[in-house]
């Protein structure tokens, strides 16, 4: 098992056929010690569980062999999905690195067993939540079809995500100095019918992160969100195992923005 959090990134793939196997307990103490003390750089808790299907009568009917499920659920407070987003990927990435396979489903979840096995309250919602188990030799003809539609191995070029000073000039990956491969990585990182809605301004020591919006809010307020804080995760982790020091801080640079695109939060560096 590697301590590479750029390796993560780069071997997790979104699992929807798994070979049936239970978790072993070694694997499965190790995914709930580590979501125990999952946290995020929002300072917003989010709660995990690892649920039976059979006992809580759980389901997705885009899931083949796996009996397990990692839920999360979360206070609707200040920046709430971009911290789900930014905690549940962590704890995919860290399934990952023991060989567990995982993929985010919203849609496509009996979404009330869920809600009744996490005890979600009022003022608390569920976003996601994930199948755990081990990735099956083949993938079933569903998933293929899936990913096929969705283009899941394909991402926008990286000078349409990420620019310089402003929106009006691309940035090239050579150019993005220490950020580079922090950037690049979290290019890769996974969203919502591979909507990619991440985009970030570098401009000196700051990286400022942006929502390009296009889908409606739902009941569990805006997925889209929930993507950008994925995409963080990916950046965060990366320019951590880079040694790039700093902080994430909201302060917005007033940049103007094209239209439906949303300033976030502002990673400033400080070495």
Not at 33 to 47: E, I, K, L, Q, R
Not at 183 to 200: D, I
Request: hydrophobic share 40%; with cysteine.
């Amino acid at each position: 098992m590697t301590n590479s959090a750029k390796e993560w990134i780069r071997q997790r793939k979104s699992v929807r056929t798994f070979d049936g196997r239970p978790l072993s307990a070694e694997d499965r103490a190790a995914l709930e010690s580590y979501v125990s003390a999952c946290a995020n750089p929002f300072g917003v808790p989010v709660t995990f569980r690892l649920l039976d299907a059979k006992e809580h009568g759980l389901s997705s009917p885009v899931i083949v062999g796996a009996d397990t499920y990692l839920a999360a659920k979360v206070a609707r407070t200040a920046n709430y999905e971009m911290a789900f987003g930014y905690s549940f990927e962590a704890a995919c990435l860290y399934a990952c690195s023991r060989g567990i396979g995982t993929v985010m489903l919203a849609a496509s979840l009996s979404r009330a067993s869920f809600e009744t096995a996490m005890a979600v309250q009022p003022d608390e919602v569920l976003p996601t939540a994930s199948p755990v188990g081990y990735p099956a030799g083949k993938r079933s003809i569903r998933e293929s079809l899936m990913r096929k539609g969705l283009k899941a191995d394909e991402r926008k070029p990286f000078e349409r995500l990420f620019f310089s000073g402003t929106f009006a000039r691309e940035l090239r990956r050579e150019d993005a100095g220490a950020f580079a491969e922090a950037l690049e990585l979290a290019r890769w990182a996974p969203s919502a019918a591979n909507g990619q809605p991440w985009r970030a301004v570098v401009d000196g020591s700051s990286v400022h992160f942006y929502e390009a919006k296009t889908m409606k809010d739902s009941p569990l307020g805006d997925i889209q969100k929930v993507d950008v804080g994925i995409a963080l995760a990916h950046f965060d982790l990366v320019r951590q195992e880079d040694g790039v020091a700093g902080s994430f801080v909201f302060d917005d640079p007033h940049i103007q923005a094209p239209e439906h695109t949303h300033y976030m939060v502002t990673f400033r560096r400080s070495n």
